[in-house]
């Protein structure tokens, strides 16, 4: 019987501050930015906090074998596992392009490239735990009876699957349209709530074998560069669909939505992090539930936070404000927006991350 779940939406408003950081940088190593109200932010894209969250041990710990693997070298991983069972390389080239070939497009066999090259999906695909079992079997099968695989062998593809990155995010298989996944979650890109600058950081390594007495020059020069900014995050999950997604496993869904909610309170993307130790935990959390369709809150930082009347206080504290002020104003004028909120702040010690943990998961 599939169970319903009350309280369609879950939208979660974080507020993080990060001291100075490259987090998220652009093709020339700067992090990367976005004008907003006329104003330079400091910006993570949605794609990079997304990986840092569905590769962290938080994920793994709370979700294990629930799990997919995105990559284009499952053929490179297929006919590694054929040639070392004793598989001619020829036999495992083909058998391995052939069972690749099933979840995206194949380049063109060309001995001049690289082997790896030769096996390699044209794009990046998501493959599901089940689709991984499923392969590992057919392996198995074509090793015990020596033959390569039989084209009724080759329905790898699972629509229905318990792989809980592929129901939050989504998947687009381009040449197998029927067993596209539509994303629960919905990241926004993470926007500095007040102006910005990005600073270079010019430095020297020393070579320690030279004593100075020829050369006292450095033994490197480089530069870096930098921001500092406190980041707006806002996340939409679509409960029910993510609960469509994951088969209908409430348990399932529930340890997902909390998985979720701890990444994105606690683990930082990885971008310079030996340079920098910028590790930060979210300081404010806001979680709201209900059927309406859902709204960002970015505009309670059009303006930005430094230049706006919120009274004393610091950045932070002034953008809490600017978060709450928006908040109800948005349900004067448009009558309340969802049916439930709670709030977690760590600058003023109210509230708790298992307290929001029980919210979320809540019907």
Not at 55 to 63: G, I, K
Not at 191 to 216: P, Q, W, Y
């Amino acid at each position: 019987m599939q169970e319903s779940m009350k309280n369609h939406f879950l939208q979660l408003h974080l507020l993080t501050s990060y001291p100075p950081a490259n987090l998220n940088r652009d093709d020339l190593g700067r992090p990367k930015t976005a004008f907003m109200g006329g104003a330079l932010r400091l910006r993570v894209s949605s794609q990079s906090l997304k990986r840092a969250w569905r590769t962290s041990e938080v994920f793994e710990a709370a979700l294990a074998g629930n799990i997919g693997t995105r990559t284009k070298e499952m053929g490179v991983k297929i006919f590694q596992s054929l040639e070392e069972k004793g598989v001619s390389e020829k036999n495992a080239k083909d058998w391995a392009r052939t069972i690749a070939g099933v979840f995206g497009k194949i380049e063109k066999e060309d001995t001049e490239k690289p082997l790896k090259k030769q096996l390699e999906i044209a794009q990046l695909a998501h493959f599901a735990p089940e689709e991984e079992h499923a392969i590992e079997q057919l392996i198995v099968t074509m090793i015990e009876r020596g033959s390569g695989p039989e084209d009724e062998e080759l329905n790898l593809l699972r629509k229905d699957n318990s792989a809980a990155d592929i129901s939050l995010f989504g998947r687009m298989l381009a040449d197998s349209p029927a067993y596209n996944i539509e994303a629960a979650a919905q990241v926004a890109h993470a926007l500095a709530v007040h102006r910005c600058v990005v600073e270079d950081d010019f430095f020297t390594a020393v070579d320690d074998l030279n004593a100075g007495n020829e050369d006292m020059g450095a033994g490197h020069l480089g530069e870096t560069d930098f921001g500092s900014a406190v980041f707006y995050i806002y996340i939409c999950i679509d409960r029910r669909l993510l609960l469509e997604n994951l088969q209908w496993n409430r348990e399932l869904t529930d340890r997902t939505l909390k998985a979720l909610l701890e990444c994105a309170t606690t683990v930082a993307p990885g971008g310079h992090q030996n340079s920098f130790a910028s590790r930060a935990y979210a300081s404010y959390l806001l979680a709201e539930k209900g059927d309406r369709q859902p709204r960002s809150l970015s505009v309670s930082f059009l303006k930005p936070v430094e230049e706006a009347d919120f009274g004393d206080g610091d950045l932070l504290e002034k953008a809490i404000k600017a978060l709450n002020k928006n908040m109800n104003n948005m349900d004067k004028v448009y009558g309340p927006c969802v049916d439930s909120r709670q709030a977690m702040n760590a600058l003023t010690g109210e509230g708790s991350l298992a307290e929001m943990l029980q919210f979320i998961t809540e019907d």
